[in-house]
């Protein structure tokens, strides 16, 4: 099983600090964010991954290159100035996903413990998969409704979750799209009308780092957990 890590992003609301570096070399606890998806992928077993980036690229092809230093085979899917967008990022990453599913985390996200657990079979009939998690302050309206294991459109008497931008999709599921630029909502809710997105709560800190408040915070609270 591969995984990919979407790196593409500018970073508009991490500016300025995004001004120079791109927001996966942010760190937290004296570690990039992108390294701790490197590493907790690689704990979890999966040693091939894809990287896509758009904004100062070549910064995080320097300071990852091939993977060997962690122990893992990076390949890169250069994207052309302002990106593709999720959908279009991944479609365009196929090639070098191989026919299995696979796994795709967002670079700028933190999900505290292990990913094992997490990497579990697609269901037969499944395209995607995604974990979702309780809905955070800044956006307490979330995502999506769960119903018997399946993602559903969420609904006013429905408990709501937010996507933490951990899935598992089947090649196929894109490999109909037209390259180019194509947000992943719409084919979302083409498989939420299919039946065929599965979905499952995870309950453990997770923080959508989109700010440098989100990054200071979660910053201190990881060096505090650690004693640093």
């Not at 995870?202 to 060096?223: H, Q």
Request: glycine residues 10%; aromatic residues 8%.
């Amino acid at each position: 099983m591969r995984a990919m890590i979407l790196a593409a992003g500018r970073g508009e609301r991490m500016r300025p600090l995004t001004d120079q570096l791109p927001k996966p070399l942010l760190s937290v606890a004296g570690k990039p964010l992108i390294v701790w998806h490197i590493e907790k992928l690689k704990a979890a077993g999966i040693t091939e991954i894809v990287i896509n980036h758009a904004w100062l690229g070549d910064q995080l092809e320097a300071a990852l290159g091939d993977g060997q230093q962690f122990g893992v085979q990076i390949a890169w899917s250069p994207e052309a100035p302002g990106g593709l967008e999720t959908a279009g990022g991944i479609r365009q990453a196929l090639p070098l996903l191989g026919e299995e599913p696979f796994w795709v985390v967002n670079g700028d996200i933190w999900l505290a413990g292990d990913y094992g657990p997490l990497l579990c079979p697609l269901p037969a009939a499944a395209l995607g998969h995604l974990w979702l998690v309780a809905n955070p302050p800044q956006h307490p309206a979330g995502d999506f409704a769960l119903t018997q294991g399946r993602v559903a459109i969420k609904t006013a008497d429905q408990p709501s979750y937010t996507f933490s931008g951990l899935a598992c999709y089947r090649p196929e599921a894109f490999a109909e799209e037209p390259l180019g630029r194509a947000p992943l909502r719409p084919l979302f809710e083409r498989w939420i009308a299919a039946g065929q997105l599965a979905g499952a709560c995870v309950d453990r800190d997770w923080e959508d780092v989109g700010t440098p408040a989100r990054l200071a915070a979660l910053d201190a609270r990881l060096r505090q957990e650690q004693g640093a």
